[in-house]
Every structure is written in structure tokens, then in C-alpha cells.
């Protein structure tokens, strides 16, 4: 990796040199291709992350055009992660990827996951979500969440022993978000993207045991902690 050449030339100054030869060396896997998933995973390869593995075992269906980026006319009923890692070769060649058209399962999660240095989640129900915060518990590697609905969302990271999701999620029956409109995954994408630059380089304050709450709506941001303050 060259961090002389025009393709990262912008990274720099947010970024030290040392930084993104890092990232490079860096593998993420991202579970969901879609709304959230091809824009974190757009944003990670333009950012230099060397190696991307990407997991969906779901097609592209005329419902996702509205907001799914490698969603075409011409890649409908197509398998999402293949779509995306071809697309992806034209973004940056460079980057090493990996695509699985399988659903993550309790049965197959660690075997994917094993061998990375984060993950990052855009799946859209929670049973999905609670079997990849077990795995990634299993087998020690930070993930980011990342959830929306309609003008709303969160975001957080969670490291081995935090066990987050179980904790927003322990009541809730609910297994997919109702409504995406198409800016909503564009902004909850980036936060991720940004969370797991800083886990990969460990700069800033990561979102950890505390939730971003963004409502597009009426415009309000709010960063709820998880961690009871003693008096």
C-alpha cells in the first residue's frame, strides 16, 4: 500500500501515514449487504481497510432500490454480497474481499468471524443481531451495531464482556426495522464507519456501554450511557 498516491491522499490529516498503513493490515467483516451494510462497506474500502469480508445470504429485490447503494435495476434477484464485492473491485481493487451468500447462523458465526479485528453490524432484526453479539462474545472481537427505523437510529460498539444487545434488547420481539427511507442507513453507515476507524486505530472516544440515539425528525442527538453513575 502506497499512502503517497492520490487514492488516499485525502485520508491524511484526519489520519497519520502509520494509521492507514494499519488499516490496511486491518480485516473487518460486515454482516448485511444492504442499507446499512453497502454504505459502511463503500466507506471502508475508500478508506483503505485491506481486507473486507462480507456476509448476506439475501438477494436484491425491487424494495431495496430506495436505499440500498449497489442495489440496481440490473442487479435485482442477484445475491447481495457477490454484487457487492464485484462492485467493490471497481472502488478500490486493492482491497482484499470475501463474499459469503450465507445468513449468519449460531452455527456457522464463529467460523466466519473468526480471523478479524472487528465487525460491524447492519443486520435488520434482533435475533440475528443477539447470535452475532454471542459469537463475537465467543471468540473476543469488538463490533459495532448500527439499527434504524424510519427518521430514527443508534449506534455502539461493543467489546467482549459488554454485552449490549442483550441488554437494549432483552424485552423486545420485534425482528425487523418497519421503515427505511433512504437517508436514515446513509448517516447510521457513517457513524458506524467511524466507530470502527477509531476501535481499528484506537483513537477517540468509542461508543462503548453507551448508545447514540439520532431522531432525523426533529433533530435530536442524544448519547445514552449504559453504566449506572454512583452518588
Not at 488516499?8 to 454482516?31: D, M, P, S
Not at 459469503?100 to 449460531?106: Q, S
Not at 478479524?116 to 469488538?142: F, K, M, Q
Not at 457513517?190 to 477517540?204: D, H, N, Q, S, Y
Amino acid at each position: 500500500m502506497s499512502i503517497s498516491n492520490e487514492r488516499y491522499k485525502k485520508n491524511l490529516g484526519a489520519f497519520t501515514e502509520e494509521e492507514l498503513r494499519h488499516i490496511w493490515q486491518q480485516a473487518v467483516c460486515i454482516v448485511g449487504c444492504g442499507g446499512l451494510g453497502g454504505h459502511v462497506i463503500m466507506s471502508l474500502a475508500r478508506l483503505g481497510v485491506g481486507k473486507l469480508t462480507l456476509v448476506d445470504g439475501d438477494v436484491f429485490t425491487a424494495s431495496n432500490l430506495n436505499r440500498q447503494i449497489f442495489c440496481t435495476e440490473n442487479t435485482l434477484m442477484q445475491h447481495k454480497a457477490t454484487v457487492t464485492k464485484a462492485a467493490l473491485f471497481e472502488i478500490n481493487s486493492e482491497v482484499t474481499v470475501h463474499a459469503c451468500d450465507v445468513m449468519l447462523t449460531a452455527e456457522n458465526a464463529c467460523e466466519i468471524l473468526a480471523g478479524h479485528d472487528a465487525v460491524v453490524d447492519c443486520l435488520d432484526n434482533i435475533p440475528s443481531r443477539l447470535t452475532l453479539e454471542d459469537a463475537c462474545e465467543a471468540i473476543g472481537i469488538p463490533f459495532v451495531h448500527g439499527g434504524i427505523d424510519g427518521f430514527f437510529g443508534q449506534i455502539t460498539s461493543v467489546f467482549p464482556g459488554d454485552r449490549t444487545l442483550h441488554t437494549l434488547f432483552h424485552d423486545k420481539r420485534e425482528t425487523s426495522s418497519s421503515s427505511s427511507p433512504a437517508f436514515a442507513p446513509q448517516l447510521a453507515a457513517a457513524l458506524e464507519v467511524a466507530e470502527v476507524m477509531k476501535i481499528l486505530t484506537g483513537r477517540g472516544d468509542i461508543l462503548r456501554q453507551k448508545v447514540f440515539f439520532f431522531d432525523l425528525l426533529n433533530h435530536t442527538y442524544d448519547v445514552a450511557s449504559l453504566i449506572s453513575s454512583k452518588v
